[in-house]
T-cell receptor
Framework: QKEVEQNSGPLSVPEGAIASLNCTYS??????FFWYRQYSGKSPELIMF????GDKEDGRFTAQLNKASQYVSLLIRDSQPSDSATYLC??????????????FGKGTKLSVKP | EAQVTQNPRYLITVTGKKLTVTCSQN?????MSWYRQDPGLGLRQIYY???????DKGDVPEGYKVSRKEKRNFPLILESPSPNQTSLYFC????????????FGQGTRLTVV
């Protein structure tokens, strides 16, 4: 059973601080990694994807990938109350070498306090 | 507008009464999938489809059926719903299974009494 693990939180940070969200995965063959944001009662929406080791920055968001440690993280700089949501880590898990599917972690709930 | 459309958004039904939740996408995506989301359990994949007439089980397929007769549609069928299928359901589509963004429908909140 391929797994994606996240700390469920809640993670509480003050407005303007850096929020750090972490994720580990069990499938060493995984190549594609995603971070989705989900507001309560809404559908998930993609905020970042990363395929290569290292950092990838997009505005206030930075995704970090370490395939050797099977670890992916998301940093949110200058956190805003509107960032309060559940953040889902997702990994493409390969099945049989010719197909795969998107496996989600259970999500980390982030609360940004004004 | 590119979108994934699910219907209905809300449904209350009784145990054993067959139902279908429809999912349609207008982006010509090959890959479609169904997830259920339950508190504390996260998003779990029910079934997925790599393309027309190609479907396979996800992690929690028991009690569900799917079909993919056309590229744009991927309905989820509950032949005999039970209360443990009460959940929030999401349909998602992506260009392919390898490394592309998944677009989600608005969700269907199903209650089986």
């Amino acid at each position: 059973q391929k797994e994606v693990e996240q700390n469920s939180g809640p993670l509480s940070v003050p407005e303007g601080a850096i929020a750090s969200l972490n994720c580990t995965y069990s499938d060493r063959g995984s190549q594609s990694f995603f971070w989705y944001r989900q507001y309560s009662g809404k559908s998930p929406e993609l905020i970042m994807f990363i395929y290569s080791n290292g950092d990838k920055e997009d505005g206030r968001f930075t995704a970090q990938l370490n395939k050797a440690s099977q670890y992916v993280s998301l940093l949110i700089r200058d956190s805003q109350p509107s960032d309060s949501a559940t953040y889902l880590c997702a990994v493409i898990s390969i099945r049989g070498g010719s197909q795969g599917n998107l496996i989600f972690g259970k999500g980390t709930k982030l609360s940004v306090k004004p | 507008e590119a979108q994934v459309t699910q219907n209905p958004r809300y449904l209350i039904t009784v145990t054993g009464k067959k139902l279908t939740v429809t999912c349609s996408q207008n982006m010509n995506h090959e890959y479609m999938s169904w997830y259920r989301q339950d508190p504390g359990l996260g998003l779990r994949q029910i079934y997925y489809s790599m393309n027309v007439e190609v479907t396979d089980k996800g992690d929690v397929p028991e009690g569900y059926k799917v079909s993919r007769k056309e590229k744009r549609n991927f309905p989820l069928i509950l032949e005999s719903p039970s209360p443990n299928q009460t959940s929030l359901y999401f349909c998602a589509s992506s260009l392919n299974w390898v490394n592309t963004e998944a677009f989600f429908g608005q969700g269907t909140r199903l209650t089986v009494v």
